[in-house]
Structures are given as C-alpha cells and as structure tokens.
C-alpha cells in the first residue's frame, strides 16, 4: 500500500470581513453615538424606554439577516445607493428608530466596528510566514477608511470588495477575483468566513474553507488559522 499524498501547503488566506475579522460593536453604543450625532437632549433610555432600546438592539445586533428577508440576493452589496436603500427599507421595523435617527445609525454603523482581538495578530503571524493575504466581503460601502485606521492597516495584500467587483458571495467570481490579486491558485489557498452559505462556496473552486460561525466575545478562534497553514 503506498503512502498518502502529501497535502499541498497554503501560500494564500483569504478571510471573509464582517462576523470573521470584525464584529458590528456595542449595538447599545451604535445607538448612542447616532443619538449624541443628533444633538438630542437625554439619550435614548430615558427618551425612548429600557424596553424600546431593548428591542432596538435586539433588532439591530441582528440587522443585515433581517436585509436578507427583504434582499435574499445580496444585490445591497453591488451598489453604496443599493446598500442604503435596503438599510432604510430593514430599519424601518426597529423598535423607537425614526427616519432621522436611522440615517444617523447609517452614518455612525463603520464607525462601530471592532477588530476581533486575535485578528491583528493572526494577520501578522500569516505575513511573517510568506502567507499572502486577502480580505473579501460583501459590502456596499468603501472598507478602506476603517482598515487603515484600525490594527488591520497594513496586514492585507488585497482587499476585495463586492460592489467593486460586480459580483457577490457565494458567486465564484468574487473568489477568483481574490485569488488573482494574491497569485495564489485555489489548491494554495484557504478561505475563512462564518457563513457555510457563501464562504462555503469557495470550495466550488477547490479552495480549502473554514467556517467560524460567529461569536459575541471579543476573540473569533482565528488561531486556528496557524495550525492549518503550518510553519
């Protein structure tokens, strides 16, 4: 019986942005932001209730899955005017959250987000071993402006965007835009997202994929990452 084949090694990681190397933030404290950006009096406990601020946050934690029931495509991320269009059409049904109120949550929403702390430190362990890296994501806005002010500036050889692109997850094309960027070839490369749905479809160009589902504390698991890669 011969040996088994060798498994050929990563020279290329890509990673899904939102839910992957990023969470949304304090979902309390992206009301609070857009409130204070308002200039209006109190804040929004003691003018809108606990229970309506409860709810709203319950609500907004979970915001672009309630986009999907109004745009299962994901056609909000191939355009900025898509994007905002679909966000106003969501928040309509948030608990307490007026049409001014909602376009301050839109405007205050990239300043939320927060790099998971094993993010950083995953990316420069990857770039110290000769790993290329890219980061891909639907979105409908630029991601450019909080990268480079976060730990994250620096660490990435491409950046992928959907509505850049013209195509969204799960569609091959958004994969294989990635993997051009890096030089890599899909037997070479990983790609790490938390949604089986459309991070999982890399596999259909015979990317290895790991999903991470998403998680609430401030560490995502990406160690993991590591060990697949080797030294």
Same mark, same amino acid.
């Given at each position: 019986?011969?040996?088994?084949?060798?498994?050929?090694?990563?020279?290329?990681?890509?990673?899904?942005?939102?839910?992957?190397?990023?969470?949304?933030?304090?979902?309390?404290?992206?009301?609070?932001?857009?409130?204070?950006?308002?200039?209006?009096?109190?804040?929004?406990?003691?003018?809108?209730?606990?229970?309506?601020?409860?709810?709203?946050?319950?609500?907004?934690?979970?915001?672009?899955?309630?986009?999907?029931?109004?745009?299962?495509?994901?056609?909000?991320?191939?355009?900025?005017?898509?994007?905002?269009?679909?966000?106003?059409?969501?928040?309509?049904?948030?608990?307490?959250?007026?049409?001014?109120?909602?376009?301050?949550?839109?405007?205050?929403?990239?300043?939320?987000?927060?790099?998971?702390?094993?993010?950083?430190?995953?990316? $420069?362990?990857?770039?110290?071993?000769?790993?290329?890296?890219?980061?891909?994501?639907?979105?409908?806005?630029?991601?450019?402006?909080?990268?480079?002010?976060?730990?994250?500036?620096?660490?990435?050889?491409?950046?992928?965007?959907?509505?850049?692109?013209?195509?969204?997850?799960?569609?091959?094309?958004?994969?294989?835009?990635?993997?051009?960027?890096?030089?890599?070839?899909?037997?070479?490369?990983?790609?790490?997202?938390?949604?089986?749905?459309?991070?999982?479809?890399?596999?259909?160009?015979? @990317? $290895?994929?790991?999903?991470?589902?998403?998680?609430?504390?401030? @560490?995502?698991?990406?160690? @993991?990452?590591?060990?697949?890669?080797?030294?």
């Amino acid at each position: 019986m011969g040996s088994p084949a060798e498994t050929t090694p990563i020279s290329g990681v890509i990673f899904d942005f939102h839910s992957t190397l990023v969470s949304g933030g304090d979902t309390a404290g992206w009301i609070d932001a857009a409130w204070q950006s308002l200039g209006r009096p109190g804040d929004p406990t003691s003018e809108l209730g606990a229970e309506t601020v409860e709810a709203a946050v319950i609500f907004l934690d979970r915001i672009w899955e309630h986009a999907g029931e109004l745009d299962p495509g994901s056609g909000r991320d191939l355009s900025p005017e898509r994007h905002r269009g679909v966000f106003d059409a969501t928040i309509e049904r948030a608990p307490g959250v007026d049409a001014e109120l909602a376009a301050a949550l839109y405007v205050a929403m990239p300043d939320m987000l927060e790099a998971y702390a094993d993010s950083a430190p995953v990316l $420069r362990a990857l770039r110290e071993r000769g790993t290329r890296i890219a980061i891909l994501s639907n979105v409908g806005f630029d991601l450019r402006p909080f990268i480079a002010r976060s730990e994250l500036a620096g660490l990435a050889d491409a950046l992928v965007m959907s509505f850049e692109v013209g195509a969204v997850k799960p569609n091959p094309a958004i994969f294989q835009r990635a993997l051009d960027l890096l030089g890599v070839p899909p037997d070479e490369a990983l790609m790490v997202g938390d949604s089986w749905r459309d991070d999982g479809a890399a596999a259909a160009l015979g @990317v $290895r994929t790991l999903i991470l589902p998403r998680t609430d504390g401030p @560490v995502h698991g990406l160690d @993991v990452v590591l060990r697949l890669v080797g030294g």
